[in-house]
């Protein structure tokens, strides 16, 4: 068993974190690489220490998260890398699948409703419960405690 010296990070300290992480590299101070090994260190880590350490040399963030007048719906920075992943294979999916049906002069199969459905599903399902925000997590917890 590992025991680990210093104060026991929580689950939100942690969340806090990697929404500091994230508006870092919205400003352009992380690059996509650095900010996932940040990211890793965040969800990896034990302790609040350790968790300062990752944005040791980072400056203080004093704007607010939300712009002001804004409800807070804000999507995380990996979401939106996600969707963006989602809509570049997307696109790239009709456009091999519009060459080909041109090439054949006929429509072909529509096969790309097979990845781009599903994976836009999962999207939605995710940004609509709030899987990764701990927003479930959170509730899920609070409403089924373990016993």
Not at 110 to 127: K, S
Request: aromatic share 8%.
């Amino acid at each position: 068993m590992d025991i680990t010296s210093g104060t026991r990070a929580s689950d939100a300290e942690r969340a806090q974190v990697a929404d500091a992480l994230g508006r870092h590299m919205a400003d352009g101070r992380l690059d996509l690489t650095e900010y996932n090994e940040r990211l890793g260190r965040v969800y990896g880590t034990a302790t609040i220490e350790d968790l300062q350490l990752v944005l040791g040399d980072l400056p203080r963030l004093t704007k607010p998260a939300t712009a002001p007048g804004r409800s807070g719906t804000r999507i995380p920075i990996w979401q939106r890398i996600e969707v963006s992943a989602w809509l570049g294979v997307s696109l790239l999916c009709v456009a091999i699948w519009a060459a080909i049906s041109l090439a054949t002069g006929e429509f072909t199969y529509p096969w790309p409703m097979w990845v781009i459905g599903p994976w836009g599903a999962v999207l939605v399902f995710r940004m609509l419960t709030g899987w990764e925000s701990g927003a479930w997590n959170q509730h899920h917890r609070r409403h089924h405690p373990v016993r």
